[in-house]
């Protein structure tokens, strides 16, 4: 096979292959895929098999004392994530994103292999898993912070709309993909969560060393010290703050009045502060501010964090409802409410699936700024929609409710990512790409505290009453009740999410010996709980939906803002994606064994093409 190549490319831009010439970009885009699909299963499977972890290292979650391991394991991942991808898409830039991609790939897997292994029960468990998700975290952040570049250095501008939706739909699809397999997987065996990413990452990285190649143009730079280490320290600090603000804290029901949660908070935000001034003045920053001169790229990333804050505690707060009052009331134990959640929301999954890689099509075709706005409107009016369903809603309905939000997140993912990356410049796209991941993971975590805070507040008016009454009139001594019914409403929130039924452990034997057998089969029963809760969950809940619909709408009008953009027109939406999806997929298979041997040589592989940067009109 010949290795003569045509090299009538224009200065600047990789030459075409000869042969084979879009071989090279679904490659790319085969292996990214797998590395979002990777890391979102791993960020979500938790979210399901906590339960099965916490009881595998002998370790009860509820007490008050192991509040602070259930939130460290819960959400360091996406905390340490959120801190590292811009530091580490710069580093692609500087160094090369294919290299520091594929290392992120091996870290990760290294740190799943520690985590599969974990031996140790107790607070030393809990602690051991914190640290090795880190890690996992720091792989993970080299992925998130290069997957996008690379694809966009892989892809011509009008064709990225449609490979950064495939991509958008892994990282989506694996999120909850994660909680079915957290439920199929955790009451097997609790290491499976950890071991089942290890082969993934062991072909991934192996593949990616091998095919993989740098499209994009180096830049020789320093590292900026400074600016990292007061980004990291800033970021930290704020985000450190939302986790141990969600704890309670004296006699109050949670802890944002905490010396400490309020030194975190205001500490971190006096620090990112001068993060900014720090990055006006260096010579070669970190955080590349003047990127927000570009309209398409500022607008672009307000609009996602906007979106991620509304949608960041959606998961959580659709989790807990169908954990703690839905299932329970539909005939299903405690016990297996885990798994059937994530069943019941692969609606949400199927919505996004259909719309990111048409929207992300379409909007190479017409621009992005008509699909991105009308995602997030459709959003804001998905979630007042959620508001109109009782809590023990019919299941189609809220079915539908999951699908067109799915449709709606997908419909603007796609786009405003492949907007925000055609806008950069050819060697910047590392650090700019890793600047919208740090808006949209910060605000998750953000919106996770909102959310929490929000309900909490409503259960902590309404659930205390409800509960004593409920209680007494089951024949529990008035003390008991009484005692009960002051436990700390995020405590009710974190059984709920866990899959657990409190009334059982917070009585205990003696308590239900004294009512009888008859009224401790009520208390501890599917109904009791569920049923307590449902009113003040419910009033919080639809307050934490007005909050998100008003975000979306906002970052809507953003989204608007935008301009509107140069595009290029090819095939029609859905055959461009179907012969988007199939390739990925028969280049995937292949490198994975399953196709026959090419013999392609290096040079027939091509380097990709490079796409210049869409200019906002």
């Not at 599969?116 to 890690?135: E, F, H, K």
């Not at 807990?320 to 994530?342: D, K, M, N, R, V």
Request: charged share 10%.
């Amino acid at each position: 096979m010949s290795n003569e190549r045509h090299d009538n490319s224009p200065p600047g831009r990789a030459a075409t292959p000869a042969h084979h010439p879009d071989r090279y970009k679904w490659i790319a885009l085969s292996n990214t895929t797998i590395g979002m699909l990777m890391a979102t299963i791993n960020g979500s499977i938790l979210l399901i098999a906590l339960p099965n972890i916490f009881r595998g290292i002998k370790l009860n979650p509820l007490a008050p004392s192991n509040t602070s391991y259930f939130l460290w394991i819960l959400m360091g991942f996406l905390l340490v994530t959120s801190v590292l991808v811009v530091s580490l898409g710069r580093v692609g830039d500087m160094f090369g994103r294919v290299r520091m991609y594929t290392l992120g790939f091996a870290v990760f897997t290294v740190f799943s292999i520690l985590l599969a292994v974990t031996w140790m029960t107790g607070p030393a468990g809990a602690l051991w898993i914190i640290v090795m998700r880190i890690g996992q975290g720091v792989g993970g952040a080299f992925l998130f912070a290069n997957s996008s570049a690379i694809i966009t250095d892989a892809f011509p501008a009008d064709e990225r709309g449609l490979a950064l939706g495939i991509n958008a739909v892994a990282a989506i699809g694996g999120s909850f993909l994660g909680l079915i397999l957290g439920g199929l997987l955790a009451p097997v065996q609790w290491h499976l969560v950890f071991l089942v990413s290890v082969p993934f990452g062991l072909f991934g990285t192996v593949w990616a060393y091998a095919k993989l190649r740098d499209n994009g143009r180096r830049v020789h730079a320093r590292i900026d010290w400074t600016g990292n280490i007061t980004f990291a320290v800033g970021l930290v600090g704020v985000l450190t703050g939302i986790v141990y603000g969600l704890q309670p804290y004296g006699g109050h029901t949670m802890g944002w009045t905490s010396p400490f949660v309020l030194a975190c908070l205001i500490g971190g935000a006096a620090v990112l502060v001068a993060f900014v001034v720090i990055e006006l003045h260096v010579d070669q920053p970190m955080f590349r501010l003047h990127l927000f001169r570009s309209r398409p790229f500022a607008m672009g990333n307000v609009a996602a964090l906007l979106g991620a804050l509304a949608r960041g505690g959606l998961q959580f707060m659709l989790i807990i409802w169908l954990q703690g009052i839905w299932l329970p009331q539909h005939g299903y134990s405690f016990q297996e409410t885990p798994l059937w959640a994530g069943i019941y929301m692969v609606p949400l999954t199927v919505g996004f699936l259909l719309a990111g890689p048409v929207s992300g099509r379409l909007a190479d075709r017409f621009g992005a700024r008509p699909f991105a706005t009308a995602g997030l409107v459709l959003t804001g009016v998905s979630f007042i929609l959620l508001q109109l369903l009782p809590m023990d809603f019919p299941y189609p309905a809220f079915a539908v409710m999951l699908l067109l939000v799915g449709i709606s997140m997908g419909l603007f993912a796609a786009p405003n990512t492949s907007a925000v990356m055609n806008s950069l410049p050819i060697d910047q796209r590392g650090a700019g790409a890793g600047m919208l991941n740090t808006f949209q993971n910060s605000a998750s975590v953000l919106s996770i505290g909102i959310f929490f805070t929000v309900i909490a507040l409503g259960l902590s008016a309404e659930l205390p009453t409800a509960l004593f009454t409920g209680l007494t009139a089951q024949g529990v001594p008035v003390a008991s009740a009484q005692a009960v019914s002051h436990i700390p409403p995020i405590g009710s929130l974190f059984a709920a999410f866990l899959g657990l039924n409190p009334i059982k452990e917070l009585l205990g034997p003696t308590v239900l010996h004294q009512v009888g057998a008859a009224h401790a089969r009520y208390l501890t029963g599917r109904s009791f709980f569920p049923h307590l809760i449902s009113g003040p969950f419910g009033h919080g809940l639809r307050l934490a939906f007005d909050m998100a619909a008003v975000s979306c709408f906002l970052g809507a009008v953003f989204s608007a803002l935008r301009g509107g953009q140069q595009v290029a027109t090819h095939l029609t939406p859905a055959a461009q994606a179907e012969s988007g999806l199939g390739a990925a997929a028969e280049v995937a298979m292949e490198e994975a064994g399953a196709g026959a041997a090419t013999g392609m040589t290096d040079e027939e592989l091509g380097d990709g093409e490079l796409g210049g940067a869409v200019v906002g009109s």
